[in-house]
């Protein structure tokens, strides 16, 4: 039998409680037994499931799926059969480490659902049979009652069905930093899920107060559920530099395949040529026209970059996401603890008829001053400041407490107590720091009265603290102090003050009231019909700031050409307000266009929510579906999206983004896991850093990939022009692999280390359909490589006369230094080399004289020549053949100063 209670469905938050309790069948004082087993078995056990996954032989044998390795497998299973096994062990050998690569990215890109299981609180506080018990949070059904008090993590989603000043902390799944009020009292069905003040959900946790809630939702079906739900629905897609280089690896592949049966054709055929020797020709072809070692190096050129990018403490989990992140042309960005420090900080404090302080210094950290304008300002001198700060300090429950081996500050408690503390402590006035202040009783925040109190002896007096929001303090006072004295609280100050609480509030200012009273008081205790006839004391204004750095980190995104958006879960105005101070929004932004919230968004059509998406960089009371919804809108007019974040909430959004960038301290290990990008330092401007090393890593991806493919291009087409011409072929398939292992082999990896050149931030993004070999860079392709072919076919019908072997020599050496003088060109496409520096890069000047060591051993050493069917030459024939490859250097230079000074300049 089942009870056919439908909590994934049901709108809680719009019901009674007698209601809510009805539909879930369920008693305050909690199921039975009997209940428990039943709704186990229908609805399961209160945890995550474990999202299937392939087997790690299948993930491995899906790295074999491509064109490319079909071809090389191809060439290694006829050189197996002619006798050529070097040829083929070394085809193989390339085959499986580019598999293992591809093999370890996709295992680390399946961990995000997984990741969700850690947020599963190990133990709950439930009713059940009528008893208050502790079990595995695991164990929890829908119906069961819990208990929840201040520091408890929520164990399954639930309606509240008791409260007393209860406030939870929802930053991880809505992004709002300021703990929220909850109350019993239903709601309208339409609100929101970051509005619903009488629900608790999983994965968030109390800041104070006291509650019962009927838990609703368990595993799966609760919110947090839902977003791994939304994870393991999301298909992992090609990322961009993988797209590039599948398109790379296909143009390649369909040139060696034509490649190869042209020139079987013309020579079996044509030339009558036997059939084995055919074969080799064939091989020859093949391998010299596949980059062999395009995959490796690739992958190394990303290795170096995530390196680079590591040091600037941008943790690259993805290799490819290096390269993606110089295309981005769009990043979405939380704001709670991503563009802000998600803490609360007091900024203003005014006192009666008194200037305006502002206070410096940021987070928990209890250093700042009191500023007046220029002056600081010492607040022991001005008594009606120090009293202020008295109840700042003493009507709070909270605690700071300080790291001493990492220097860090961390606060116990309610952020906005807190921030009410550091104040006190800046001040020098704090709990532990005067004797003379003793507290006797304390009210936590009670939401009806919106005020919390304390009753303290102050030297000998008692004296009545009072926190609260601005309206119901100036309700409950009578007075206020002002350095005149203590003066009637009339209509004109209560004026005064509201329009200076209204200028606070548009500031995105959350504005606390302070007062107090003298005695007489009747108890030692606190009643709550005593709290009036209270002295005004003044009031504060807190922000949770944003990052210093930030400004300048959104300046230079829109300097590089990108769009930085915000999608929060907090208030429009806060959102508003932050847009404003880091530069999102600025003077030049229309006003229909500064900010949205979900609801307004989902009153759009689908034509209008696009232009919404498309000129609006400001979107605020977002759910996690709706953050997936803008994201998906922008990828689909062909935008390159970055999402940053840090919460349970940003997980969909960053894994179905481009490239996820998560940050490492404040971050939840399940965003950590859906994210490609992890920021060590949590600071927004490290996705700049980022975003110039991805550009640097495109620019020496295309420099090496175009190396390759000049050197593989020369090499086909001399050995289709000398078959056409009716000469033999000039390089044997096993010289062509020595060639490409030695000289591209070491120098791709140092062109890999080449540091960018000129100001990258200052271009636009790379296109994201840009491919790495494209239009721009064709002609110098094709003019590298035909000066190569021809003065290797020069060279090798040179020597013809003094045998085969010897033209293959003088050939070989052609082709070898006209690769390692391309190695120069190669350092940079647009620049001379004189404008770099020729030796400015020790590895290229390594890989160099290491190329022109094997290169002359191979020929001249007597063991190496006879193995790979060379004949030495002569010192001065050598240097002749040295000296007549450097033509493509100076080929180079010549194109370089024509392309891009010359014609641009006129341009």
Not at 82 to 107: C, E, K, P
Not at 180 to 196: F, N
Not at 477 to 485: C, H, I, V, W, Y
Not at 859 to 882: G, R, Y
Request: net charge negative; proline share 5%.
């Amino acid at each position: 039998m089942h009870e056919n209670i439908q909590t994934s469905v049901m709108q809680y938050h719009a019901l009674e409680v007698s209601q809510a309790l009805a539909h879930l069948h369920a008693r305050p004082e909690g199921l039975s037994d009997k209940q428990v087993q039943l709704r186990r078995n229908q609805y399961g056990y209160n945890e995550i499931p474990q999202a299937s996954r392939e087997s790690l032989l299948l993930m491995f044998l899906k790295q074999f799926n491509s064109l490319l390795v079909f071809v090389l497998v191809g060439a290694a299973a006829i050189s197996w059969i002619t006798g050529h096994q070097v040829d083929t062990y070394v085809i193989l050998a390339v085959i499986i480490i580019n598999a293992t690569i591809g093999f370890s990215q996709d295992l680390r890109a399946a961990n995000a659902v997984a990741a969700l299981k850690s947020l599963l609180v190990p133990s709950a506080k439930v009713l059940r049979n009528g008893q208050r018990i502790t079990l595995p949070a695991r164990e929890l059904v829908p119906g069961d009652i819990i208990i929840l008090e201040e520091g408890d993590s929520i164990p399954a989603d639930g309606r509240l069905i008791e409260s007393k000043n209860l406030r939870a902390i929802e930053a991880p799944l809505t992004g709002e930093s300021v703990p929220v009020e909850k109350s019993v009292e239903p709601l309208p069905v339409d609100t929101p899920l970051a509005d619903r003040r009488n629900m608790l959900y999983k994965g968030t946790f109390i800041a104070a107060g006291f509650g019962k809630a009927v838990v609703t939702a368990t595993g799966i079906n609760t919110a947090i559920g839902e977003i791994a739900l939304t994870l393991s629905q999301i298909k992992p897609e090609k990322t961009n530099f993988q797209k590039k280089t599948d398109a790379l690896a296909k143009q390649m592949a369909l040139i060696a395949i034509f490649s190869a049966i042209l020139l079987f054709c013309i020579a079996y055929f044509y030339q009558k040529t036997p059939l084995d020797e055919v074969l080799l020709v064939a091989i020859a072809a093949l391998v010299s026209s596949i980059p062999a070692g395009l995959p490796a190096v690739l992958a190394i050129v990303l290795a170096i970059g995530a390196n680079r990018m590591a040091k600037r403490n941008a943790i690259i989990r993805e290799f490819t996401a290096t390269e993606t992140l110089g295309s981005v042309t769009t990043i979405i960005t939380d704001k709670t603890g991503t563009l802000t420090q998600n803490t609360l900080t007091v900024c203003k404090v005014l006192v009666p008829n008194m200037p305006e302080w502002q206070v410096t210094g940021q987070g928990w950290s209890p250093i700042g001053n009191f500023m007046h304008g220029q002056t600081v300002v010492e607040p022991r001198e001005i008594p009606l400041l120090r009293q202020l700060l008295i109840i700042c300090g003493w009507s709070n429950n909270s605690d700071i407490q300080h790291d001493k081996e990492k220097n860090v500050y961390r606060l116990v408690g309610d952020p906005t107590e807190g921030a009410l503390l550091v104040l006190a402590h800046k001040g020098g006035f704090f709990p532990g720091h005067d004797p003379s202040i003793e507290k006797i009783d304390d009210l936590p925040f009670n939401s009806n009265m919106k005020m919390r109190a304390t009753l303290v002896n102050n030297q000998g007096k008692k004296q009545l603290l009072v926190v609260g929001a601005p309206e119901k303090v100036l309700a409950r006072s009578t007075f206020l102090a002002t350095p005149e004295g203590i003066l009637p609280l009339n209509e004109a100050w209560m004026h005064q003050l509201k329009q200076q609480i209204d200028a606070w509030s548009m500031e995105a200012m959350r504005v606390l009231a302070l007062a107090w009273r003298e005695e007489p008081f009747q108890t030692q205790r606190i009643d709550e019909q005593e709290i009036n006839n209270l002295i005004f004391a003044g009031m504060v204004g807190m922000i949770d700031p944003p990052r210093p750095e930030v400004n300048q980190a959104v300046a230079a995104c829109k300097q590089a050409g990108i769009r930085v958006i915000m999608a929060t879960g907090d208030h429009i105005n806060t959102a508003l307000a932050i847009a404003r101070a880091t530069g999102i929004i600025d003077s030049h932004t229309p006003h229909q266009a500064l900010a949205l919230t979900e609801q307004q968004l989902l009153a759009l059509d689908e034509k209008e929510f696009e232009q919404a998406v498309y000129t609006t960089n400001v979107f605020a009371r977002l759910t996690p579906g709706m953050k997936l919804r803008i994201a998906e809108t922008l990828q689909r007019r062909g935008e390159l999206i970055a999402m940053t974040g840090d919460g349970v909430n940003d997980a969909p959004a960053l894994k179905k983004a481009d490239v996820g960038v998560a940050m490492g301290i404040m971050g939840t290990d399940v965003a950590r896991e859906a994210a490609k990008v992890v920021l060590a330092d949590d600071n927004f401007s490290t996705i700049v850093s980022a975003v110039e090393e991805g550009r640097i890593v495109f620019i020496n991806a295309r420099q090496t990939s175009f190396y390759l493919l000049t050197t593989n291009f020369a090499e086909i087409i001399t050995l289709v022009v000398s078959i056409l011409s009716g000469l033999p072929v000039p390089l044997t398939a096993t010289q062509i692999l020595w060639m490409n292992l030695v000289t591209d082999g070491v120098s791709d990896i140092a062109l890999a280390t080449e540091a960018g050149h000129g100001q990258v931030l200052k271009q636009k993004p790379i296109d994201p359909k840009e491919n790495i070999l494209n239009a721009e860079v064709l002609p110098f392709l094709l003019i590298n490589a035909s000066l190569m072919t021809l003065l290797t076919i020069i060279a090798f019908k040179w020597f013809m006369t003094e045998g085969i072997e010897k033209a293959r020599s003088a050939a070989f050496v052609i082709m070898a230094f006209c690769q390692i003088y391309n190695v120069i060109n190669m350092r940079s496409l647009k620049l001379s080399i004189f404008q770099i520096g020729l030796f400015t890069n020790s590895y290229i000047n390594v890989a160099l004289l290491i190329s022109i060591a094997v290169q002359i051993a191979i020929i001249e050493v007597p063991f190496l020549a006879k193995m790979f069917h060379f004949q030495p030459i002569p010192a001065d024939e050598f240097i002749s053949l040295v000296l007549a490859a450097s033509g493509i250097f100076w080929l180079g230079e010549i194109y370089k100063f024509i392309r891009y000074r010359l014609i641009e300049s006129d341009e």
